[in-house]
């Protein structure tokens, strides 16, 4: 095997291990090997292929040595902030009403705080951990609409091939609301990381998301319209979802590109 391959071949058998993955697992206990095939596919990389993990350097490009902490509250208030708002706007357009969670809301809470970490960190660890550096090549913005088609086409097989994702809903609708939201959350989770040099405020950004949709749609508001609400407009990457991310990851891409300018 290679010990040391160009960042260039490296992103590419990369992309084309886990997309390989990604077509050949969707339907496998539920779609959990697809969920962790990014993790899976890095060590895979660093191990066995280019054997940059046996050195601490090869590591070190993940962004796991340092948390990041300044990119949490910008984390949070980009995902779980815009989820709630989403919530709100729903509401207030008179296409739900909150209603009061059930008894059983804090045993979904709490396995949503243990499995969404790992889940989040899963994915993560590949597309801002392993790759994003990769593909620094290309220039930032261009390195992160790369990872944003990339993560499509990873969810694509989970999402045309079984019923247990994005099933509802007219199709052509749901599929580009659902890569729109993708490639912003591509900017915005590439932002964090690019601006705290950290893979931390990603993960939880992308916990945050995950956690937050879920239980606010399952217990903080009740609806007649189910597809409108969690498909179309306030569930994983509904429109009002999209809309929030754009302008949060718009929000980090001006700042970031003035302090770059500032510092020059």
């Known amino acids: 095997m290679y010990r040391q391959l160009p960042d260039r071949v490296a992103a590419a058998a990369y992309v084309v291990l886990v997309l390989s993955i990604s077509l050949g697992t969707a339907g496998i206990a539920g779609g959990l090997l697809l969920a962790v095939s990014p993790a899976l596919v890095t060590l895979l990389m660093l191990v066995v292929v280019s054997r940059e993990g046996w050195t601490r350097d090869g590591w070190a490009r993940l962004g796991l ?40 809301w804090w045993q979904d809470l709490l396995a949503l705080c243990v499995s969404g970490p790992i889940l989040a960190f899963a994915e993560e660890l590949g597309w801002r951990g392993y790759l994003q550096p990769r593909l620094s090549f290309l220039g ?4 992160m609409l790369v990872i944003g088609l990339v993560w499509f086409a990873w969810h694509l097989p989970y999402i045309l091939l079984t019923p247990y994702y994005h099933a509802d809903g007219n199709r052509a609708v749901v599929l580009a609301l659902f890569g729109g939201s993708v490639i912003a959350f ?79």
Do not use: K, Q
Not at 71 to 100: D, K, Q
């Open 65 to 104: 040595g340092r948390l990041g902490l300044r990119g949490w509250p910008g984390a949070l208030a980009a995902t779980l902030g815009v989820n709630v708002l989403a919530v709100a706007a729903v509401v207030a357009a008179g296409c739900a009403r909150y209603s009061a969670p059930d008894g059983g």
């Open 186 to 264: 591509s900017f915005l989770f590439g932002y964090l990381r690019a601006v705290s040099r950290s893979l931390w405020p990603a993960v939880l950004g992308h916990f945050a998301h995950n956690a937050s949709f879920a239980w606010l749609a399952a217990y903080a508001i009740s609806t007649d319209r189910p597809v409108v609400v969690n498909e179309y407009l306030a569930g994983d990457t509904g429109l009002f979802v999209l809309v929030g991310t754009v302008a949060c990851a718009t929000a980090m891409g001006v700042r970031r590109r003035a302090a770059t300018s500032a510092r020059r």
């Open 140 to 143: 930032e913005r261009a390195a």
